[in-house]
């Protein structure tokens, strides 16, 4: 087990362990707390890169503001999760967190929370829980697609640098959550329409932003560029290993494609890899795919000269998520890699 | 992010396209290669199905070898380029101002300047640009134009790239190996598997880029090929396609998912050994009869037969969302 940075918490419930700026961080601890989270579901509204405003619902932590997607939620083995729900909105939602295996039955719901009521769920992590997951509304087969989801890291207990006990070590992490919008089925849910049976997405997010290009409006925003989002950018000098824990809410399946650096591969779908192999491009499944990889911040090998430093793109290669509205190429889901 | 060479950026562009950044600057750090690459452009080929339709074809020419450029056709896929680990290698991509392009080598790492993706550093026009890399792990990749990149993937602007290890000077001259100490073959295929939406092949350069609807978030393909060749029926005789080899010899298949669906590669009942993907050895072999996989991923594949026979090998395209067959191609492997 890993030795370094146990940090004493004393059994403290302690405020959510969330973070809403950037990367995840993490201390281990020695022993086990209460991680307590209180979340909104709220409505709203997004504007897409080319103006369309799409009606969208989230977990937000305040009454009135979605957030898309929820904070992050970071823990580890044997910590209590208690997370109350506030049900803002006129129809019955829920928060459950998915199964570890994709295609798994969700480990914990807080149930149907009634239009104005609220539930708290609380779920005490088992030992051999580490790993990725996404907490989403499962009311309806497409609540997620609207934005009810997050992310919710599970680290084994007292370790601080490892995805699961044993497994390749990073010092940083973060959450790629991928999303694609068709907004048909946002505004035959806002108003109560019938729900299309056969979505084509026209938009295409990481962490809830589409990239813009130099140039364009918001480009270099964190708000609203993903490029800059430092919840999806990658940034470190070499050696900065980072563990991205790619979640795919969405419609689509695609295929994660770094530049600069082959990634490890370690989890694909819930399951660890038998062997890591080093890929530039990385099958990530619909219906609830998942993958655990880290963009280990080598120097770019192929480099002549050699460099150190310098800015690439993650994108999906699948290219027509790398579209908005049908066109505007550069607005989709990518993000930046920044060799410091 | 910043490194844009063109005059301006984005917004505007030229003509009627945006977010384009225009530039044809200097390498840094240029250096005599060992290897040259001259990529000109072609933007008037085509491809005819089986069925008898066609389709407008966009892609790479060889310069050196006299291709053209522009308003000409070419090869579909693109010139392959092949190197030896450990060689500085330049692609000299040649673009008229008619048009910007970008070589991008998939699966290469090289510096920003030289990764070919126009806004993080610039789309060629009006000259010339010379892309310098060096790569360090041999294996199968390819080479795409990064420039409005969904259409011109789409349109062909493609092709193949390998990396051969060095020889090792223990091996007989005319060893062939799929990577440094890696496992010997005697005959090799490059099956890049790809789908074709006739829609999509009626637009002009920059479709979609200053915005309005273009459809390029969806690609409803009519046609599956594999390296060029339509799969319905052609790829099962084409000699570029389709293998014939002696009963003992060991076949390398190269397989490039090069499409934007994904892809499930059935080999008919024969068993590969997959040795590496996307550039890179595996840690240890796969031995499987069928791989699952999505847009730019690469499988290195051994086969070696032990009878003789004909296998009938059939790439099955899904739709990226619904996962419904979308259509199939086929190619064989014939062991005399």
């Known amino acids: 087990m890993e030795r370094r940075a146990f940090l004493k918490a004393g059994g403290a419930s302690l405020a959510s362990a969330l973070m809403g700026s950037g990367m995840l961080t993490w201390s281990a601890r020695s022993e086990a707390a209460t991680i307590s989270q209180t979340l909104y579901i709220t409505d709203g509204t997004k504007t897409m890169p080319d103006g369309v405003s799409v009606y969208v619902k989230g977990y937000g932590t305040t009454a009135n503001t979605p957030l898309i997607p929820a904070p992050s939620i970071i823990c580890q083995e044997g910590d209590t999760l208690s997370i109350t729900v506030y049900n803002m909105l006129s129809v019955t939602h829920n928060l459950v967190i998915g199964g570890l295996v994709s295609g798994s039955a969700p480990i914990a719901s807080t149930g149907d929370i009634a239009p104005g009521g609220n539930k708290t769920l ?219 | 992010m910043g490194m844009n060479g063109g005059s301006g950026g984005g917004g505007g562009g030229m003509g009627s396209a945006c977010y384009v950044y225009p530039g044809a600057p200097a390498t840094p750090g240029f250096v005599t290669p060992d290897v040259l690459f001259q990529r000109g452009i072609y933007m008037n080929g085509s491809m005819t199905f089986d069925d008898g339709n066609s389709v407008t074809i966009w892609g790479f020419t060889d310069l050196a070898a006299g291709g053209g450029g522009g308003m000409t056709g070419g090869s579909f896929p693109s010139p392959a380029m092949r190197v030896t680990e450990g060689q500085i290698v330049h692609t000299a991509l040649t673009v008229n101002m008619m048009w910007m392009h970008t070589v991008h080598h998939h699966g290469i790492e090289p510096s920003q300047e030289n990764d070919g993706v126009g806004h993080f550093s610039w789309d060629v026009t009006n000259g010339t640009y010379t892309y310098q890399w060096r790569p360090s792990h041999a294996g199968t990749y390819f080479y795409h134009c990064h420039t409005n990149t969904p259409l011109h993937a789409e349109m062909g602007m493609y092709g193949g790239l390998i990396v051969d290890p060095v020889p090792n000077p223990n091996d007989p001259p005319g060893t062939k190996r799929a990577f440094a100490n890696g496992p010997i073959y005697d005959v090799e295929a490059i099956w890049a598997a790809d789908e074709i939406d006739p829609a999509w092949h009626t637009l002009q350069w920059s479709a979609g880029t200053c915005g309005g609807d273009v459809g390029l978030n969806n690609l409803n393909p009519r046609y599956f090929i594999i390296t060029g060749v339509d799969g319905a029926s052609s790829a099962l005789t084409n000699p570029g396609v389709a293998v014939t080899m002696q009963k003992g010899q060991r076949l390398l298949v190269r397989y490039i998912c090069a499409g934007f669906h994904p892809q499930k590669i059935d080999f008919g009942g024969l068993t590969a050994t997959v040795v590496a993907s996307d550039g890179r050895p595996l840690p240890q072999a796969w031995q499987t009869t069928s791989i699952e996989a999505h847009s730019a991923e690469r499988y290195d594949c051994i086969f070696q037969p032990t009878t003789t026979g004909t296998w009938t090998v059939t790439v099955t395209y899904y739709h990226w969302r619904s996962g419904a067959v979308l259509g199939t191609a086929r190619t064989r492997i014939n062991v005399v």
């Not at chain 1, 062997?275 to 993958?291: E, H, M, Q, S």
């Not at chain 1, 998520?321 to 066109?327: E, M, R």
Request: some cysteine.
């Open chain 1, 122 to 340: 609380t779920y005490t992590i088992p030992s051999g829980a580490a790993g990725s997951y996404l907490f989403y509304d499962n009311k309806t087969s497409y609540n997620r697609f609207l934005g009810l989801h997050g992310g919710l890291a599970i680290m084994p207990a007292g370790i601080s640098n490892q995805l699961y006990s044993g497994s390749p070590t990073f010092v940083k992490q973060q959450f790629w959550i991928l999303n694609d919008i068709d907004p048909a089925l946002n505004t035959a849910v806002k108003n109560g329409t019938t729900i299309p049976t056969n979505f084509t997405p026209r938009y295409f997010t990481i962490n809830g932003l589409s990239s813009r290009p130099p140039g364009a409006a918001g480009h270099g925003d964190p708000t609203i560029d993903a490029l800059y989002d430092p919840r999806s950018r990658l940034s470190g000098h070499v050696g900065d290993r980072t563990l991205v824990r790619m979640l795919n809410t969405g419609m689509c399946s695609h295929a994660v494609h770094t530049h600069a650096n082959h990634m490890e591969w370690l989890t694909d779908r819930g399951t660890i890899r038998p062997a890591v192999w080093k890929k530039d491009t990385l099958y990530l499944r619909n219906n609830l795919g998942k993958i655990d990889a880290i963009f280990p911040f080598e120097a770019p090998p192929d480099a002549y000269p050699p460099v150190t430093s310098g800015h690439f793109p993650m994108h999906l290669h699948d290219e027509m998520s790398q579209t908005a509205g049908g066109g505007l190429y550069q607005f989709g889901s990518m993000t930046e890699l920044e060799f410091l």
